[in-house]
């Protein structure tokens, strides 16, 4: 498994941007597909956005869709989520996980969390 911790997140207002960063501890991260997810208060936690190991292929929800853009930088074991646009719907915890790929979608590492909170 990797280590992962997210940051960035933060109190803006709609219209704002943000970038969030997930580090990621261990060697091995090159070889994880990584994805942000988001959990908004009395919600499920929803998929927002992920990308394979070399970052050739991306996958984003509908809801972020032309605003979010994920990528990452394998020399420094970093992924991130440029947001755009950012609307008070956005306002959750996200989440950084790391999967052995992103088309079969099972997450097994997760960060903790960062709040992003959108104001109108």
């Known amino acids: 498994q990797v280590q992962l911790v997210e940051s960035g997140g933060g109190l803006v207002q709609a219209g704002d941007s943000l970038r969030l960063s997930c580090a990621a501890s261990?060697?091995?991260?090159?070889?994880?597909?990584m994805g942000w997810f988001r959990q908004a208060p009395g919600k499920e936690r929803e998929f927002v956005a992920a990308?394979?190991?070399?970052?050739?292929?991306?996958r984003y929800a509908d809801s972020v869709k032309g605003r979010f853009t994920i990528s990452r930088d394998n020399a420094k074991n970093t992924v991130y989520l440029r947001m755009n646009s950012l609307k008070p719907e956005d306002t959750a915890v996200y989440y950084c996980?790391?999967?052995?790929?992103?088309?079969?979608?099972?997450?097994?590492?997760w960060g903790q969390g960062t709040q992003v909170t959108v104001s109108s």
């Open positions: 990308i394979s190991w070399s970052g050739f292929k991306t």
């Open positions: 996980a790391a999967t052995q790929s992103i088309d079969v979608g099972i997450y097994d590492s």
């Open positions: 261990g060697r091995t991260f090159s070889s994880y597909g």
